[in-house]
């Protein structure tokens, strides 16, 4: 399955991204991270693009904001992301947020202390799994859930008495959580494969 707008924000380090309007539009598909400095990216995207606005090399006035909207509803982006801080775009006004529900277009706030550029490697490599891993469902939640259990067998090689040592835990629990982790789903041959498809994932959204 794609990524997700509503599955942004759960991508390992970028929690603090938050959405602020559109949820109705929250399951859209993203195709592809976009940063668009020129006042207009009308030009420069193809559909299912999610845009970045950081206001850096532009000024964005919030009535500019508005328009990246209207303009992403007619360019069916997937999603407008807008930075905010102090030293460009300072907040997002509750008009913009309420554009966005109206327009049906997930809008979300990233500060600018959270850089741009591991921002757009996180979300390209999901996009990059997502591709690969084409009929598994996406579960960002079990996902991060499951990183240090992940961790161990990488580290451990598989064995779990060695696994249950690392983690500080009884055998038996890293047996429960590693048959938890390989139940099937639809769409898979056995519980190796569902495995096999969460560890890609693991190593691939790795910061």
């Not at 801080?85 to 554009?99: Q, S, V």
């Not at 921002?119 to 990059?128: K, L």
Request: charged share 20%; with cysteine; net charge neutral.
């Amino acid at each position: 399955m794609p990524l997700r707008c509503d599955e942004i924000p759960k991508l390992p380090g970028l929690g603090a991204i938050r959405l602020r309007g559109g949820s109705a539009a929250a399951k859209n598909p993203v195709r592809w991270p976009y940063v668009a400095e020129n006042r207009s990216f009308k030009s420069w995207v193809k559909g299912g693009e999610l845009v970045f606005v950081t206001g850096i090399s532009r000024h964005r006035s919030p009535e500019n904001l508005a328009e990246c909207l209207y303009e992403g509803k007619e360019c069916a982006i997937s999603g407008l992301v807008v930075l905010t801080g102090d030293a460009y775009i300072g907040h997002l006004p509750n008009t913009l947020c309420k554009l966005a529900d109206d327009l049906a277009i997930p809008l979300f706030e990233q500060p600018y202390s959270l850089p741009m550029v591991a921002v757009s490697e996180t979300v390209g490599r999901a996009i990059v799994w997502s591709e690969q891993a084409a009929g598994h469902t996406f579960d960002a939640d079990t996902l991060a859930g499951s990183a240090d259990l992940l961790d161990a067998w990488i580290a451990c090689r598989g064995n779990q008495r060695a696994m249950a040592q690392t983690l500080g835990c009884h055998r038996n629990t890293v047996r429960n959580r590693m048959n938890q982790l390989s139940h099937n789903l639809p769409g898979e041959t056995d519980s190796t494969d569902h495995f096999k498809t969460r560890l890609m994932a693991h190593l691939l959204l790795q910061p």
